[in-house]
């Protein structure tokens, strides 16, 4: 990277940013991503936003500080954002995704401020080449990847401060001088703001000792030891992050049980592939290729060797080009250090790159290769300096255009998949995804193709074959079902998902004691799991014991009060013990919760009429048969609450109707009456 003060002598001070420059890259960012903003939810939002009770409840929002293993990662800010957007526009997608683009357009505002402080020629034209980069595209339009954007953010500002604090810049302050104690202890309070957003940013200090070298030529002992600190807090952060991928995301197992000397080869893989997506920015995806790493296959050296070949270039001239170029590509692997395989972190499951991963790494290229474009203009052809004006001008509209098409891909997660797999044909991801939509519409049958090829491509896919037994077990195959699920058994003996689904195959055959051993393992491994708990209860219900029903129920309502079906099922089982005033009390629950809960209305209608309040009981039996018309029991059920009230023509008109759809009770008091129907 050049600097502007060269040529102007030591005492040149650089323009402050211009107001018309930055709202004018705020204007462009918010354009090139307007095609995100009616997007929906995604991969992964339904756990950090739809499905995460955590952002109901001011309790949720303690459990988010307090307790980590209550949120897919310790990432507080980032909850607490979510929260905050919760209680404000609920669930509408709009709103997350209005704030994920104003944050990225804001981080790139601030990379103008800071490159501008560093004198950087073309910091302008580097924060808007940033700003509509289409890889930043996954980061901006994927509302889980909020860590990347609020990190970036508060990353962005601690080094503002940071670098204000060590005089890195030539700028003078309107207020505190450089180098005032404020700028340090505020950079570090920022820098922790940025850990628990994401802890990828624990590489802040390093690249301060990049920049600080760079600007120089040497780092001093004092900004060694005041850093230090940071040193230690961002490691602290890195190992927490990682010790929960591995015991709470999951990212251990085979897809993570790399060599040394893999793992050294992947790195070089992925920087030539960032690397690349920078300069090429075509056929993005959201999921990549899974690449197979081999030390045995010889072409697999290239990349770190070319990696390496570059550094030590780089590193050779830069008494002749200067310490830009190598700092640049320093920051860019420093900053991707966390992503390049040698911490396992759960994505590498489906791939070992992402675009959000190169999030803030992208920044050191860019700066680069805009710097030097701009000295090269303004040093040798400033004759035609309109020409290559009208160039950058068609750069910023060609990836603005690309970023905007790009945009579209995250209209929803059928789009997504679909898009993926035009680009990644063996994604296994794309197709387990796209079966789990199929399967929630109702439609098994395709569903089964989507989960079979999957496991076709990646037999060790796990949830492939846990899907593929949901489906079974909706189709009536409950014996292939239970098979699938031992297939995802041997692949992880600890899969709470396949002891689910293999207790709910067993309880469809009627093998209720083989169930609830399943239920109890799967509880064991996640007790936190509602769904284990509602089904225990079936279970336990089916077997007649109706106090450990009652007590798994309450148990799954406890862990999520939203849960219709445990208030109906514990209804029923109340029903059944004789205590209706409670069973009407869970089945009006249950109503509330999901208001096209039929069976509720039926049974609500059958308690009322057991407590003698039969207008209520017939006022159900209405709502039940709006929906139910061709259920002869619900009829007979009228028919009875008629009676009682003494309305023998309705009674007759619904046992006719009840005979008709071949209730036997029906035409059992049709024969005793002498009725034909």
């Not at 991969?43 to 459990?63: A, C, H, K, Q």
């Not at 560093?118 to 909020?146: D, K, M, Q, Y």
């Not at 959201?286 to 990696?307: G, K, R, T």
């Not at 950058?392 to 945009?407: E, K």
Request: net charge neutral; aromatic share 14%.
């Amino acid at each position: 990277m050049r600097t502007t003060r060269g040529k102007r002598g030591n005492n040149y001070q650089p323009a402050r940013p211009q107001l018309w420059k930055v709202l004018l890259l705020i204007v462009i960012a918010v354009v090139s991503y307007s095609s995100t903003l009616n997007g929906g939810y995604i991969w992964d939002d339904d756990r950090y936003v739809t499905d995460n009770r955590n952002l109901t409840s001011v309790d949720g929002l303690v459990r988010v500080w307090t307790q980590p293993l209550t949120s897919p990662q310790y990432y507080p800010l980032v909850f607490t954002t979510f929260w905050l957007e919760r209680q404000a526009w609920g669930l509408n997608p709009f709103g997350y995704h209005l704030v994920n683009v104003l944050l990225h357009a804001s981080v790139a505002s601030l990379l103008y401020y800071l490159l501008l402080y560093l004198e950087v020629s073309g910091a302008w034209l580097a924060a808007l080449v940033f700003a509509v980069h289409p890889v930043t595209v996954e980061t901006t339009a994927w509302i889980t990847e909020r860590k990347n954007l609020l990190s970036g953010l508060f990353y962005m500002l601690s080094a503002i401060l940071l670098l204000r604090f060590y005089g890195a810049g030539r700028r003078r302050a309107r207020w505190l001088p450089d180098t005032h104690p404020l700028y340090y202890y505020t950079g570090f309070f920022l820098f922790v703001c940025a850990l628990l957003s994401k802890t990828v940013t624990c590489t802040l200090p390093v690249a301060l000792f990049i920049v600080l070298w760079w600007k120089r030529g040497r780092i001093a002992l004092r900004e060694v030891l005041s850093l230090a600190p940071f040193l230690a807090v961002g490691a602290g952060m890195g190992l927490l992050t990682a010790w929960l991928e591995r015991t709470h995301v999951g990212a251990q197992g085979a897809d993570w049980s790399l060599s040394l000397g893999d793992r050294f080869l992947l790195a070089g893989r992925d920087i030539c592939f960032y690397t690349w997506k920078l300069l090429w920015p075509f056929n993005l995806s959201f999921n990549y290729e899974h690449w197979a790493v081999d030390a045995a296959i010889w072409w697999q050296y290239l990349y770190p060797l070319a990696v390496a070949f570059v550094l030590l270039l780089l590193w050779m001239f830069r008494g002749r080009i200067g310490r830009g170029p190598i700092a640049a590509a320093l920051f860019f692997a420093v900053s991707l250090f966390p992503a390049l395989g040698f911490f396992d972190v759960f994505p590498f499951r489906y791939s070992y790159v992402a675009d959000h991963f190169q999030y803030l790494a992208c920044i050191g290229p860019i700066s680069l290769l805009t710097s030097a474009a701009v000295c090269y203009v303004s040093e040798y052809q400033q004759r035609r300096l309109r020409f290559y004006t009208v160039g950058a001008v068609l750069l910023i509209c060609f990836l603005a255009l690309n970023t905007w098409s790009l945009g579209h891909m995250y209209a929803d997660a059928w789009t997504l998949w679909n898009d993926t797999l035009r680009n990644n044909p063996g994604s296994f991801l794309a197709h387990n995804n796209l079966g789990t939509i199929l399967f929630k519409q109702g439609k098994e049958q395709e569903a089964k193709e989507h989960f079979a090829e999957a496991i076709r491509l990646c037999p060790a896919f796990e949830n492939a074959h846990s899907n593929m037994g949901a489906v079974l077990t909706a189709l009536g195959k409950f014996d292939e079902a239970i098979e699938q699920c031992n297939e995802e058994l041997k692949i992880n003996p600890r899969s709470p998902k396949a002891f689910l689904l293999r207790g709910i195959a067993c309880t469809k055959l009627g093998n209720n004691e083989m169930a609830i051993k399943d239920y109890d393992r799967a509880a064991e491994i996640n007790p936190e799991s509602a769904d284990v708990y509602y089904h225990r209860g079936v279970a336990y219900a089916k077997l007649g014991d109706n106090s450990h029903a009652v007590s798994d129920y309450d148990r799954a309502i406890k862990i999520d009060p939203g849960y219709a079906e445990a208030y109906y099922d514990r209804g029923t089982t109340y029903f059944m013990l004789g205590n209706y005033t409670q069973a009407i009390s869970d089945y009006d629950r249950a109503i509330d919760i999901n208001p096209k809960l039929s069976e509720a209305y039926s049974n609500r209608g059958l308690a009322y009429a057991r407590t003698g309040n039969y207008k209520r009981a017939i006022s159900d039996y209405d709502r039940a048969i709006e929906t139910h018309s061709d259920n002869g029991s619900i009829y007979y059920n009228r028919a009875v609450a008629y009676v009682r009230l003494g309305q023998n023509s309705q009674a007759v008109e619904d046992l006719i109707t009840a005979a008709r759809l071949d209730c036997e009770d029906a035409k059992s008091s049709l024969r005793v009456m002498g009725i034909s129907w």
